[in-house]
């Protein structure tokens, strides 16, 4: 895929009709109800129908399933994802006119302009930091626009143009598209090294935060200051004259989390900030969850809202599709659904939905690896990381954009070996159809499920609650 640069935006009014390929994905799809909402002619196609064709045709869009170069109409600007390569129809089309054609960062971009933009990056938790950001600043009346990778789960909706002063976007540094974004405020929730295939060297990956951080307009980064690598690039960020917020445990964090309380009951802790402090309670599990309260904090505070409004404000945040979003409950088992797909984030998941687990249930969690490369390159991190659940179902890995075939060896069955060798039972099931009636098979009531991964394991859950109660 490669590293994308950031293009010169140009103002909304000026771009006139837009077409979006690849309309449908989820941050695709609320940049384009943004524009619609703008008044600006959109129209979008994708290779399958979908709710999100459906939600846009509604919203006044021109939707299309399939892709037809006829499709553009009197397109001026063309919108692709990452996902469209040269030999779409549609983009080989748009090309021979000479449209402008934009990466979907840059169409995201042109929506801040003249906004307060807040971007949110990072390894991990950079869908559930936006959508607390999000959701926060709309509770306290600031009315923010925001685009966020993933619905939040009160609304349903994943953009909004708002009215207030702040653009809230989630900014992906998988691809370096987070460059494109005009923003006052920077966080950058971790950094652990990732996509390599588009980064090439560890270091190269850390050097673009820096980069970003650094950019023309930026007044304040939010950071970890729990992380060895956060805080060297905190140092380097302030030598360069950025104001650097850092938030976490370490005694010198600028917002320090304290007095944590993890139960089943309860997910809270004392902010201390400047002196002053006051308590967090959250409506969503885990550690981790408090460290993405605690940066949004700082943002909120930052664009100068009090204390107190902002804690009580985070504490209305319910989450976001696909980060533990509960699909149901049968026959006494419970299932959630989480996007989780690197080692950290799923020991993440795993240590909050231990305290949910009653005396009498397990914690069951069903993998889907995703990315041969990655599996190649975390099989041990991830074994350690599955240990932590009491029964272990393992998908076969989801290819993405790979091939099985340039990767010899690297299967689900050598995950759950890994597994085995650290003294772990793993079950094996590489046919997707296959999985929930396996899992059927094995759960008991009181159990908590967990399907994981960022492919299409999304659709187990459901399909195991209705074999549950099926077999009831």
């Known amino acids: 895929m490669g590293l994308i640069e950031p293009v010169e935006l140009v103002a909304v009014d000026e771009l006139g009709p837009l077409h979006f390929i690849a309309i449908g994905g989820a941050g695709m799809s609320g940049i384009a109800r943004a524009y619609a909402h703008r008044g600006v002619p959109v129209s979008g196609s994708d290779r399958e129908d979908s709710a999100a064709l459906r939600t846009l045709a509604a919203a006044g869009v021109r939707t299309f399933v399939g892709h037809d170069p006829a499709q553009l109409g009197e397109a001026e600007t063309v919108v692709v994802s990452s996902a469209i390569k040269p030999g779409n129809v549609e983009l080989d089309e748009a090309h021979r006119r000479g449209l402008r054609v934009w990466h979907r960062s840059a169409a995201l971009g042109a929506l801040m302009l003249g906004r307060r933009g807040v971007a949110i990056t990072g390894t991990h938790g950079k869908t559930t930091t936006t959508g607390m950001v999000a959701t926060m600043l709309t509770a ?16 349903g909706q994943s953009a909004a143009l708002g009215t207030g002063e702040a653009f809230v976007v989630e900014a992906d540094e998988s691809d370096g598209s987070y460059f494109q974004y005009p923003a006052e405020i920077v966080v950058i929730t971790n950094i652990e090294v990732d996509h390599l295939d588009n980064w090439g060297t560890p270091q190269a990956y850390v050097d673009g935060f820096v980069r970003l951080g650094s950019a023309a307009g930026v007044g304040t980064v939010v950071m970890s200051a729990d992380e060895p690598t956060s805080r060297e690039v905190a140092a380097t960020l302030r030598e360069r004259g950025r104001t650097v917020v850092t938030y976490g445990e370490a005694p010198d964090a600028d917002v320090r989390i304290t007095d944590i309380e993890l139960t089943p009951q309860a997910t809270a802790a004392t902010l201390e900030v400047d002196g002053q402090s006051g308590r967090l309670a959250l409506a969503v599990p885990g550690r981790f969850n408090l460290h993405n309260a605690a940066a949004a904090f700082a943002v909120g505070r930052a664009l100068g809202h009090p204390d107190a409004e902002l804690r009580a404000a985070l504490g209305t945040f319910v989450g976001t599709h696909r980060r533990f979003e509960a699909k149901g409950t049968a026959e006494g088992v419970r299932v959630f659904d989480d996007y989780a797909h690197h080692p950290t984030e799923v020991e993440a998941l795993l240590r909050a939905a231990r305290p949910r687990v009653t005396a009498s249930g397990r914690l ?23 240990t932590l ?53 094995l759960v008991r009531p009181d159990d908590l499920v967990l399907t994981i991964g960022a492919g299409n394991i999304t659709t187990v859950g459901p399909e195991l609650l209705v074999a549950l109660e099926a077999g009831a």
């Not at 069951?364 to 599955?386: G, I, K, M």
């Not at 340039?406 to 890994?418: I, K, S, W, Y």
Request: aromatic share 8%.
């Open 364 to 386: 069951v969690a069903c993998f889907q690896p995703h990315l041969f490369s990655r599996t190649r390159d975390f099989l041990d991190e991830f074994a350690a990381a599955l």
């Open 389 to 441: 659940a009491d029964v272990v179902v393992i998908a076969g890995i989801y290819p993405a954009r790979e091939e099985a075939a340039d990767f010899p060896g690297v299967t689900a069955e050598a995950l759950a070996t890994r597994v085995r060798a650290r003294g772990h039972d793993a079950v094996v099931v590489e046919e997707l159809a296959d999985v929930a009636g396996t899992l059927a098979g």
């Open 140 to 155: 306290v009346g600031a009315d923010p626009g925001y685009v966020i990778g993933s619905p939040l789960a009160a609304t």
